[in-house]
């Protein structure tokens, strides 16, 4: 009896220590998701539509893990850290006209400091239903959501030069 009572308190002594290594091991991301230093994205778009805050929320909320978003660059040598950046993102057109929109990113996955994969993607919106009714930001949107979804799946087997979306 003494040795079952002790096999469980060290088992749950273990389980807990895989839980907080768990923890500890949550995905860092820069939120504000940073644009590319050579940029050419309009000063509208990012100063409207907060387009690099929607990512990184959309990356949590697709990661299916632990996210903790750090307020500058992530350290990349210790635990898991994706590093994100917006490549680009046009607004073309607009309800009357039509929406042409799109938004392109790359990313890279560290573990420890080791590179696990990165990825490039785009998403291309033309508003979807109910277009006309919808504004440039809010169509521009739904392609950061498409890419939140996007990185969310390859997070979860992530594949090196992986092109994501459109």
Known sequence: MNRVYVAAVLTLCLSTACIGAARAQALQLQRPVPYAEDN?????????????????????????????FSDGPVDTAKGRALQLEILDAVSMGNAWMGHQKYAKVKGTLYEDGKK???????????????????????????????????????????????????
């Open 40 to 68: 050419d994205i309009s000063d509208n778009i990012k100063t409207e539509c907060k387009i690099n805050e929607q990512l990184a929320d959309f990356v949590k909320q697709y990661a299916g893990e632990d996210v903790e």
């Open 116 to 166: 696990v994969a990165s990825f490039k993607g785009r998403r291309n919106s033309m508003g979807g239903a109910f277009a006309g009714y919808k504004g440039s930001c809010s169509v521009l949107g739904r392609t950061v959501e498409a890419l939140g979804e996007d990185i969310g799946a390859w997070l979860k087997a992530p594949q090196d030069g992986a092109n994501l979306g459109d």
